[in-house]
């Protein structure tokens, strides 16, 4: 792919956001589904011309917006970082897991407001943290791996 459509993807989509940064912008779509494109064609929003269009929704903005095979990819870095951090509370229910898949989880309707606050707060208390409080937090985390299995069997994790 060239810069020119690696430069247009990003400031595209930071434009539909409401993120400001690329970073933040990327984890607030949704995958909807992938679709042949008709026969006219149809454009990334890199503006590379694609025949496999994969649909992706913006829930803070209301957007949809359509992305070919090449972008994405550019999904797939923090994918694997949540895939990380999931496989991690599966095989260690008291681990903590990474911020951005904190973020994540909440974004996707994982977890409540509350739950992403209160497991904020937990995860400055690691030496000092109650029985109680270290179920709640392995109840979270039980409580994200299960959403998250079942996005990604349903085949929507981005």
């Known amino acids: 792919m060239s810069k020119n459509y690696k430069e247009n993807f990003v400031k595209n989509l930071i434009r539909l956001s ?5 970073a933040d912008s990327i984890e607030e779509w949704s995958y909807r589904e992938c679709e042949t494109a008709p026969a006219y064609g149809a454009k990334c929003l890199c503006g590379h011309p694609v025949t496999k269009v994969h649909l992706l929704y913006n829930g803070n903005t209301e957007i949809e917006i359509k992305v070919g095979s090449c972008c994405i990819k550019k999904f797939q870095p923090l994918l694997e970082e949540v895939e990380r951090s999931m496989q991690k509370v599966h ?3 008291s681990a903590t897991v990474s911020r951005r898949t904190l973020k994540y989880a909440y974004r996707k309707g994982f977890i409540t407001e509350k739950m992403y606050y209160d497991y904020i707060d937990i995860r400055y208390l690691r030496e000092n943290m109650t029985p109680r409080r270290l179920q709640y937090k ?3 985390n039980h409580r994200m791996f299960v959403k998250w299995q079942v996005l990604k069997y349903q085949g929507k994790a981005v």
Request: charged share 55%.
């Open 18 to 22: 409401k993120a400001d940064d690329y």
């Open 91 to 93: 095989e260690t229910p």
């Open 138 to 140: 392995k109840d979270i």
